[in-house]
């Protein structure tokens, strides 16, 4: 049975970092990300990593303050937040597929998903 399971969400101040985990289990996967879904918003990609290779990718508001990585040897996916926004402030989801995505920022071509992390960063 596949699960992700997201932990280390929280209440910050703005500028402040947070660490999110991503436990997988179950099968091994191509592509692991992480997407975001703030009140009223669609949910939309974060950052994605290519298991075979740790290329990584981001969206661009999040360029140069947060990091993906990986835990081989844990089967866990990271989310390194630095620099935190308010606007940064959502429920933040672990997703994974098990090939390569043609749309790395598509929802659409993630088949697997955790139940979501809260973070909330106040100004």
């Known amino acids: 049975q596949v699960q992700l399971v997201e932990s280390g969400g929280g209440l910050v101040q703005a500028g402040a970092s947070l660490r999110l985990s991503c436990a997988a289990s179950g099968r091994t996967f191509g592509t692991m990300a992480w997407f975001r879904q703030a009140p009223g918003k669609e949910r939309e990609i974060v950052a994605a990593?290519?298991?075979?290779?740790?290329?990584?990718l981001y969206a661009d508001s999040v360029k140069g303050r947060f990091t993906i990585s990986r835990d081989n040897a844990k089967n866990t996916l990271a989310l390194q937040m630095n620099s935190l926004k308010p606007e940064d402030t959502a429920v933040y989801y672990c997703?994974?597929?098990?090939?390569?995505?043609?749309?790395?920022?598509?929802?659409?071509?993630?088949?697997?998903w955790g139940q979501g992390t809260q973070v909330t960063v106040s100004s």
């Open positions: 990593m290519i298991w075979a290779t740790s290329s990584a």
């Open positions: 997703a994974a597929q098990l090939g390569y995505p043609t749309t790395w920022r598509a929802r659409q071509e993630y088949n697997y």
